[in-house]
């Protein structure tokens, strides 16, 4: 039978050192907040439930991760004052108080920390028979940080580098932050710190010498960056950049080919088909699906949106929260907007826009097209310059083209309007009522040719400037 496992996350921290008006947890890192990470592994865990721990700009950190995790196991818990670690997670109590089993302890602003690892936690304290498993990282200047005391190979303590001797703060063997507690152990021990140290706060890293005196403490080791935290807008990209180029090589490895991976931007959540080819300065955000086959030139931005297999983005395409569909053909510069649909074959070309247009098999507008609100069959051309004029100042109207609709350039369709299968709307027409199935739409001024007007206007012109200047005896105001 598997032991349950909960998790307590700590997000309390203000942060001085980011210089800022919001929580530290709060502050965005690949599109995130620093604090989803750690969240989301602890739920890829199979942690429950899931306890925040809240403290500074508490109202508006849960807030933002309920919004985070709407269906999470979370309970959250605040800690009133900033006094340590230990005081941080015996603030999670309450929150846990009908929970027995394993509790993981993770920090808010340690964004890289890998489900693998903490797996690999999980399955070391299930070997190791103690009550207390941590993380351990090996640094060549661990100045700052907590050492791991080992005696005869095992660990027995962890001393803050504050507090170290000189021979301790020769040790490499670095605290990283993370353990998997036994809950009947936990509390009780908590409940035993005390602040008699260099900073006079209640340290979490006390648990590890009560823990030593009961049995072994396992530790496993992992990289620094993995779990290193953000204390500055500094580390913060740091840890981004390392974020993403994680995230990339994933991508990469699993047969997508990225032509500047150091200008590529992923968020983590897109999914991307193998052979698809993205080009450099792309940017991939929210829940993007794109399939097989793909390519994505320079420049492109997609957020939210799905883009199916064989299609074709020329530079600077813009989707937002769009859908297309198989081998269409999008860009340069064109702009998808939300509620776009495209079936499959579809040509969009430079600077068109969309917006909740739903366009059907192979429909084709290539230049210069605003289609908003409408709908679109199967096999239609639309011209240059054509645009729906959907928004009347007060709602927005439906514009409908059948299949086989020829809409000519620089024509204007005035929703509400219907122009149906097969026919045709010439050049300059401005739409107003439907247009029934295979006719001409054509509503143009009569064109009238003035034979000779440019000689005579050019003639009048030259005479005016023989004449010369009007005279006036009245006195100018300028």
Known sequence: MTTPLAAVVLCAGKGTRMRSEKAKVLHPILGKPLCFYPLMRALELGASPVVPVVGHQAAEVERSVRALFPAGPLRFALQKEQRGTADAVRSAEEALKDFYGRVLILYGDVPLVRRETLAALVDAHERGGGVLSLVST???????????????????????????????????????????????????????????????????????????????????????NETAGVNDRVELSARARDLQTRINIHHMRNGVSLADPATTYIEEGVTIGPDTEVGPSVSLTGATVVGRNVTIAQGCVLHASSVADGTTLKPYTVLEEAKVGERCILGPFSRLRPGTDLAEEVHLGNFVETKKARIGKGSKANHLAYLGDAKIGSGVNVGAGTITCNYDGVNKHLTELGDKVFIGSDTQLVAPVKVGDGAYVGAGTTVTKDVPSGSLAVSRTPQVNLEGWVERKQARMAKSAEAGPVKSDKVSAG
């Not at 907590?146 to 020769?170: A, F």
């Not at 152990?185 to 602040?195: E, G, P, T």
């Open 138 to 224: 090996r640094l060549e200047d661990p100045t700052g940080y907590g050492r791991v005391i080992r005696e005869g190979g095992k660990v027995v303590r962890i001393v803050e580098h504050k507090d170290c001797t000189p021979e301790q703060r020769q040790v490499r063997d670095c605290n990283a932050g993370i353990y998997l507690v036994d809950s009947s152990f936990l509390w009780k021990a908590l409940a035993n710190i005390r602040s008699t140290n260099a900073q006079g706060e209640f340290y979490l890293t006390d648990l590890v010498e009560m823990a030593a005196a009961q049995g072994p403490v396992p530790s496993i080791d992992a990289d620094f």
